[in-house]
């Protein structure tokens, strides 16, 4: 298991210490779960993700606090990886498995989905981290404004 490590933000006046990536509208599947539950039983779809965490949606609200296992579907950018002479991550192996803890909801308690947002506490395999990095500054997302 690797541990993150923080970088500072070039901005001052942004408090974040990694860059925000918008992923591709819907190609970008996660699923989530408790630690104390077995199996990833909820999905959803990312809104954009950095090295420190990401926003996505889900059905099921999962109240801020909760240490959560997510499994990170990152698209497999093909022909996108082949016009920039890229290697294309494909297979089983480029979903990002990583760690983290709910810090918001936006759970207005109207019927539909819940935004939430993770930050990440550590990456499950050795070359998550470094998969989701390389799929970030890929050129595939652009940076969140």
């Known amino acids: 298991m690797s541990a993150l490590r923080s970088s500072p933000s070039p901005d001052p006046a942004n408090r974040r210490r990694h860059q925000r990536y918008v992923?591709?509208?819907?190609?970008?599947?996660?699923?989530?779960?408790?630690?104390?539950?077995?199996?990833?039983?909820?999905?959803?779809?990312?809104?954009?993700?950095?090295?420190?965490?990401?926003?996505?949606?889900?059905?099921?609200?999962?109240?801020?606090?909760?240490?959560?296992?997510?499994?990170?579907?990152?698209?497999?950018?093909?022909?996108?990886?082949?016009?920039?002479?890229?290697?294309?991550?494909?297979?089983p192996g480029r979903a990002v498995f990583a760690i983290g803890n709910v810090v918001w909801i936006d759970d207005d308690d109207v019927a539909g989905p819940v935004r939430h947002a993770v930050a990440f506490t550590r990456f499950c395999r050795l070359g998550d981290r470094e998969r989701l990095l390389r799929q970030l500054t890929s050129g595939l997302y652009t940076l969140v404004a």
């Open 23 to 91: 992923t591709p509208p819907m190609y970008t599947g996660i699923a989530v779960r408790p630690l104390d539950e077995e199996g990833f039983r909820f999905e959803g779809h990312a809104y954009n993700i950095s090295e420190g965490g990401i926003q996505f949606e889900l059905d099921h609200p999962i109240e801020p606090g909760r240490a959560v296992a997510l499994r990170i579907d990152l698209p497999a950018p093909l022909g996108f990886a082949s016009r920039r002479g890229l290697q294309p991550d494909i297979g």
